[in-house]
């Protein structure tokens, strides 16, 4: 009889030190299962940032294409500008040869005239 109380108290220790290990495992995995949700979130948050810096590195991008194309206007505005003044000294000179040809042909016209006139006298 000995003998099967020692071997039931065996197995009530093997179960005693069996559900004592269940409890640390189950401790651990609560544990476990804690850290893969903050790293988990971790994650999450990783992405998110990961997708930002992309969406940041895709505006940083265009912004330098439109600063590029701003610089290309801003150097055609320039060209168009100094063409502008040109044709504009053109047009001023124009004007002014246009005012004294004008002159010189109503002096002409005047001069015509006056002849005219002469030569009516002559012939009247």
Do not use: P, W
Not at 30 to 53: I, M, P, V
């Amino acid at each position: 009889m000995e003998g099967v109380r020692q071997a039931l108290d065996r197995l009530r220790i093997e179960v005693e030190k069996g559900a004592s290990r269940r409890k640390e495992a189950d401790a651990r995995s609560k544990k476990l299962f804690a850290t893969l949700k903050e790293r988990d979130n971790e994650l999450e948050s990783l992405h998110e940032r990961l997708d930002l810096t992309r969406r940041i590195l895709t505006l940083l991008k265009q912004c330098d294409e439109i600063r590029c194309a701003i610089r290309v206007n801003s150097d055609n505005i320039a060209l168009a500008s100094e063409k502008a003044d040109r044709i504009s000294e053109r047009l001023s000179r124009v004007e002014r040869e246009r005012d004294t040809l004008q002159e010189r042909y109503h002096k002409i016209e005047l001069a015509s005239k006056a002849l005219e006139a002469q030569l009516d006298d002559l012939m009247a």
